[in-house]
């Protein structure tokens, strides 16, 4: 094989990877190595790749590849190859869940492009993770960290309490996009009130005279729980009957949420309001209100709370707006994650963000 095929580049940035590696398991000089096909298949690279990479090391002493024998740890110092090059890039691991088509669009889903501009000489790693593969995914991404580059921190959303319990293991800076579950470690949150949105929000509508409204929610995480209770309970302080409030879950599936609000719209006593977690299932129950005839802002007022930038909003919808901006607030996520690198104590562990009601006229 011509290992001057292989594009240098690859090698090198490879070579970091392994060099790393050994430097993070702490291997000694005389132990045993990965195989080239080892290599090719946990660092995800081709075969030529791999053994290009791991004969630059060989030919440092780093590694000692022994015919027939396997490949071992060499006696010379774990050092990249591109080790006197510039100081790497601070490194921010963001950590999303998928958009389903049609479906849910996830908070903060501007954050990474936010964070960017937070922190310019930082490298974001966006990492598009299905549920139940967090720990999976977080534990490689520090893995894949480049050679000596700083780890300014996690950046991560709702999630299950195995991401959390691990983030607090591997003790990394970290701050959660949203509400804790009970029971899990305490992590830095940014996020809204959702105890204070539902209340505003049902109290909203209830002052403009509705007494048979919708809930749409996402899922069933604690802020969804949370934000359903206070407007439960503004029902029950304003003195109207349980019957009043039809509460319903949709997940990612938007059609299903569009037929079912279509139907309760064309029943004679259709709901006069919809309450959504968030601007996609406004923008669904929009959609479901013009198929059975109904005006928005007319007929019937939609209103949702949920912490979406960048998200364009009609002027007739009833939202919670956040009054800081997305870059404001990354701002604020990059310092609580270098406060708790650099050691200090967090002036607000768990920020709120402030928020004004949307109403448009009638």
Same mark, same amino acid.
């Given at each position: ?70 490949t071992f740890i060499g006696p010379a110092p774990a050092v990249p190859e591109d080790a006197s090059a510039a100081a790497p890039r601070p490194q921010i691991i963001l950590l999303m869940r998928p958009v389903a088509p049609g479906g849910y669009i996830p908070s903060f889903v501007g954050l990474p492009i936010f964070l960017n501009r937070a922190m310019p000489d930082a490298v974001v790693h966006t990492y598009v993770v299905e549920k139940g593969e967090d720990v999976d995914v977080l534990k490689q991404a520090v893995t894949l960290l480049p050679f000596g580059a700083p780890l ?52 909203? @509508?209830? *002052? $403009? ?6 809930? /749409?929610? #996402? !899922?069933?995480?604690? =802020?969804?729980?949370? &934000? ?100 404001? @607030?990354? *701002? $604020? ?6 406060? /708790?690198? #650099? !050691?200090?104590?967090? =002036?607000?562990?768990? &920020? ?11």
């Open positions: 094989m011509n290992r001057q095929a292989i594009p240098a580049k690859l090698s090198v940035e490879l070579g970091s990877r392994l060099v790393e590696d050994i430097r993070r398991r702490k291997l000694e000089p005389g132990a045993r190595y990965y195989t080239t096909a080892e290599v090719s298949r946990r660092f995800k690279v081709s075969l030529q790749t791999a053994a290009s990479a791991m004969a630059r090391l060989a030919e440092r002493d780093i590694l000692v590849r022994l015919r027939k024998r396997g300014i921190g996690v950046v991560t959303g709702d999630r299950e309490r195995p991401l959390y319990e691990t983030l607090h293991a591997l003790q990394v800076p970290a701050v959660v996009c949203g509400t804790l579950e009970p029971g899990v470690p305490d992590l830095p949150t940014v996020g809204l009130d959702y105890e204070e949105a539902g209340q505003t929000l049902a109290r909203c @509508l209830i *002052r $403009r005279g509705h007494k048979r409204i919708v809930l /749409q929610l #996402a !899922g069933a995480s604690e =802020r969804d729980h949370v &934000f359903a209770d206070s407007i439960a309970a503004s029902f029950t302080e304003a003195g109207l009957p349980a019957t009043a409030l039809r509460v319903r879950t949709y997940g990612n599936d938007a059609p299903v949420a569009a037929a079912a609000l279509t139907q309760m719209f064309r029943e004679k006593n259709r709901p006069t309001a919809v309450i959504s977690r968030g601007p996609t299932l406004a923008q669904i129950a929009h959609g479901a209100a013009e198929a059975a005839g109904l005006r928005v802002g007319r007929n019937v007022d939609i209103a949702w709370a949920d912490e979406s930038w960048q998200v364009e909003t009609q002027p007739y919808y009833i939202y919670i707006e956040p009054l800081i901006t997305g870059d404001e @607030l990354a *701002r $604020r996520i990059v310092g609580m994650l270098e406060d /708790q690198r #650099a !050691g200090r104590r967090l =002036r607000r562990r768990h &920020f709120k963000v402030p928020t004004r009601l949307h109403e448009p006229e009638r």
